[in-house]
C-alpha cells in the first residue's frame, strides 16, 4: 500500500484559488453531492440511490466535505429513531451559481441524449426561467437556493431548491 500513487496533488497551499478551489471541488462527485443536497436530499440512502454511489465512496466524500466546510451533519427523525443526514453550509450553497453555470453550458455546449428534454432553471420570485446563473435574466434580482426550481422533464419533476442548511 506504500506504492499506491496519489490521483492529483495537493494544491490547498498554492497561490492560485483556481488551484484552491479544485483542490476542494475537483472531485466530479463533490459538484454532484452539493446539488443533491442543495434539493434538499441529504440523507445518506437517498444521496446513495439518487447518485449511483457505492456506500464507501459516498461516506468518504461526505466525510471529506464535512472536513471542508461544505456540509454540516444535521440529525433528523426516522420514525422513532434519529439519524444524521447532511446539508449545505453557507460555502455549498455559494456554489449554487457554479452549478447553474454547468447546466446552462451543458445545455448549450453537449449533445442532448435520445429521449432527454431541456432542463429549466425557473426563478420563482418572477416566475421565468433564466439563462444566467447568478441573477434572473428576466427580473435582474439575485438568484438564491430557496428561490429557484429546475424543471426536468425527462424525471418529471420540479426540483425546488433549499436553503444553507435544510435537510427534508
Known amino acids: 500500500e506504500g506504492n499506491l500513487m496519489a490521483l492529483r496533488s495537493d494544491w490547498s ?28 436530499r441529504g440523507r445518506f440512502d437517498t444521496l446513495r ?10 461516506s468518504r466524500r461526505l466525510r471529506a466535505m464535512v472536513d471542508a466546510g461544505l456540509l454540516m451533519r444535521v440529525d433528523y427523525l426516522d420514525g422513532a429513531r434519529t439519524r444524521q443526514g ?52 428576466a427580473c435582474g434580482d439575485a438568484l438564491a437556493a430557496e428561490k429557484m426550481t429546475w424543471v426536468k422533464p425527462w424525471k418529471h419533476t420540479r426540483d425546488k431548491l433549499q436553503p444553507a442548511g435544510t435537510l427534508v
Do not use: K
Open 49 to 58: 440511490d439518487n447518485l449511483g454511489i457505492s456506500d464507501a465512496v459516498l
Open 86 to 137: 447532511y446539508a449545505a453550509t453557507a460555502a455549498a450553497a455559494e456554489l449554487l451559481p457554479v452549478l447553474q453555470q454547468l447546466a446552462i453550458w451543458g445545455e448549450r455546449h453537449t449533445a442532448m441524449p435520445t429521449g432527454g428534454a431541456h432542463m429549466a432553471l425557473v426563478h420563482e420570485a418572477c416566475g421565468n426561467e433564466t439563462t444566467q446563473a447568478e441573477v434572473g435574466s
Open 13 to 40: 497551499d498554492e497561490f492560485c484559488p483556481i488551484r484552491r478551489s479544485l483542490d476542494v471541488l475537483g472531485d466530479p462527485w463533490v459538484l454532484l453531492i452539493v446539488r443533491d443536497v442543495l434539493h434538499g
